[in-house]
């Protein structure tokens, strides 16, 4: 008896994961993306629309039919259509009373409208449930599947209830809900989408300004001054020689300028004797963008390494061998070997070698499918200390290729020093500071202000 009773039950349709009706306002490309992702993953849909003839557009598990009717079979409807036609949601007001309406809409530029598209919609129907959801997921990115595209999804409502529920249909697209809290988030969940690269502009704007000023630079060195003094011609050098002059230097400078704000940031707790206080706005935005910095400096790394690479195949390289050999062949004479330069060639190599492996374990690390599997002490561990032994590394290796450049007179162009002199200010700097900051009369009070110590309370915003 036992037996047949859990066989009926196995063969028993699972009614407790039978998941709820969701009405569909609007059939554009959004609208039937969703709707067939819905369905796929097990949500019965309907769609309102102003025509009820159903298309081969239209997923054809879906219903079609009036807004009215539509509105009537699902608690939840999603509006997937623009704010200018959210007129026709007035008559049907008294039917959409205490349901759960899901603005997914966005605007063509940011704060288009005095009030979010969401708050607008509030107003259109007073008695529903308005959450905003979706705004930041495109149609492609629900058509070619989520993997391929960014999982995360901002809500955020007045009902928690119905922001619940609708953080539970995320979950069930296999997207990631992120409560951005009440209905006055809407905007800023609406300008999200129309940001472009909000995070990369500074690292963006201060590449290309270093880049401008570094190529001109080197241009008059290694073009200018040539042509000028000497009647030669070393134009083609922009090709090859001075981009893999430039990257290696905008590369170092930018991961300098990574570390940076953190000793900064320890300079001014020190100084307040807290951890209470707000840093400056133009620190805090630094900090922010920090892993954008790192990232465009390790692209710009990566660039070096293949300019070095294909050095031996130029033909400006291969004259200049085949000319020395001649020479030495024609006077009898060979240069002997020198073990000391030996050693410097070989130490700058490895140096590079070494701190370009860290500089890619640093990159790897930043990103979040990896990040996130690892726990803080491990992240902090590769992205701050092995992050100061990639800038140790990375600058000890411009010291030992340029390092007697110093010294030399003949370096000093116009008056004006190699630009790989140029590129170890911003590093000696943070290394400097970093090291005095790792002394115990330093280290010890700063540990424990960040711990929580205040030197006079009293004073703390």
């Given at each position: 008896?036992?037996k047949n ?6 063969l028993a ?9 969701v009405?569909?306002?609007g059939?554009?490309?959004f609208?039937?993306a969703l ?8 949500y019965?849909i ?18 079609v039919m009036?807004?009215?009717e539509?509105?009537q079979k699902a608690s ?5 259509i623009?704010r ?8 049907l007001a008294?039917i ?9 809409s966005?605007n063509?530029?940011i ?5 979010s ?5 509030a107003q259109?129907?007073?008695?529903a ?30 009902d928690?209830?119905a922001k619940?529920?609708?953080?539970d249909i995320?979950?069930a697209?296999g997207?990631?809900?992120?409560d951005k809290?009440s209905?006055?988030?809407a905007q ?9 690269f ?6 963006i704007?201060l590449s290309l300004?270093?880049?401008?000023f570094?190529?001109?630079?080197c ?5 200018i ?6 009647n030669?011609d070393?134009?083609?050098s ?5 981009p893999?002059q ?22 001014i707790q020190?100084?307040?004797g807290?951890k209470?206080r707000?840093f400056?706005d133009w620190?805090?935005?630094w900090m922010l ?9 390790l692209?710009?790394?990566?660039l070096?390494?293949l300019?070095t690479?294909i050095?031996p195949?130029r033909?400006?390289v291969?004259?200049k061998?085949?000319s ?13 070997f020198?073990?000391?330069?030996a050693?410097?060639s ?7 070698i070494l701190?370009f492996?860290?500089?890619i374990?640093?990159g790897?690390t930043?990103l979040?499918s990896?990040?996130n599997?690892?726990?803080w002490r491990e992240?902090?561990?590769?992205q701050?200390?092995?992050?100061y ?5 990375c600058?000890?290796?411009?010291l030992?290729?340029?390092g007697?450049?110093f ?6 162009i ?5 630009a790989?002199?140029l590129?170890l ?29 205040e030197?006079?309370p009293?004073?703390?915003?």
């Amino acid at each position: 008896m036992n037996k047949n009773s859990s066989n009926i039950m196995a063969l028993a349709p699972n009614t407790f994961n039978k998941k709820e009706t969701v009405c569909l306002f609007g059939t554009g490309d959004f609208g039937r993306a969703l709707g067939q992702k819905m369905i796929q993953s097990g949500y019965p849909i309907v769609y309102g629309s102003r025509s009820t003839q159903t298309s081969s557009l239209i997923p054809k598990d879906a219903q079609v039919m009036s807004h009215a009717e539509a509105a009537q079979k699902a608690s939840i409807i999603i509006i997937a259509i623009q704010r200018q036609h959210y007129n026709f949601l007035t008559p049907l007001a008294e039917i959409l009373h205490g349901k759960i309406l899901v603005d997914v809409s966005n605007n063509l530029k940011i704060n288009q409208y005095p009030e979010s598209n969401a708050e607008y919609l509030a107003q259109l129907v007073p008695g529903a449930k308005v959450v905003k959801a979706f705004n930041t997921v495109s149609a492609w990115a629900l058509q070619s599947g989520t993997l391929d595209a960014s999982r995360q999804v901002f809500v955020c409502g007045d009902d928690m209830e119905a922001k619940q529920r609708v953080m539970d249909i995320v979950r069930a697209l296999g997207l990631t809900p992120l409560d951005k809290g009440s209905l006055l988030a809407a905007q800023e969940i609406e300008n999200y989408p129309l940001q472009l690269f909000p995070m990369w502009k500074f690292p963006i704007l201060l590449s290309l300004g270093l880049i401008t000023f570094f190529f001109f630079y080197c241009l008059t060195r290694r073009v200018i001054y040539p042509y000028v003094y000497e009647n030669q011609d070393f134009s083609f050098s922009i090709a090859i020689s001075i981009p893999n002059q430039i990257c290696p230097i905008l590369a170092l400078i930018l991961l300098s300028l990574v570390y940076l704000p953190g000793v900064l940031a320890a300079i001014i707790q020190l100084y307040r004797g807290t951890k209470y206080r707000r840093f400056p706005d133009w620190l805090d935005k630094w900090m922010l963008c920090r892993k954008q910095l790192g990232l465009v400096a390790l692209a710009f790394a990566s660039l070096h390494v293949l300019y070095t690479l294909i050095i031996p195949i130029r033909y400006f390289v291969r004259w200049k061998i085949s000319s020395r050999i001649i020479s030495q062949a024609l006077s009898n004479k060979t240069e002997p070997f020198s073990n000391t330069n030996a050693w410097i060639s070989d130490s700058y190599v490895a140096l590079g070698i070494l701190g370009f492996f860290l500089f890619i374990l640093l990159g790897i690390t930043s990103l979040p499918s990896v990040s996130n599997n690892v726990n803080w002490r491990e992240f902090r561990f590769v992205q701050s200390k092995l992050g100061y032994l990639t800038l140790i590394l990375c600058t000890a290796h411009t010291l030992v290729y340029g390092g007697k450049q110093f010294l030399s007179p003949s370096s000093y162009i116009w008056y004006l020093p190699s630009a790989y002199m140029l590129s170890l200010i911003i590093p000696c700097i943070v290394l400097v500071i970093k090291f005095l900051l790792v002394f115990p009369c330093l280290d010890k009070p700063l540990t424990q202000i960040r711990q929580g110590w205040e030197r006079n309370p009293e004073y703390s915003e």
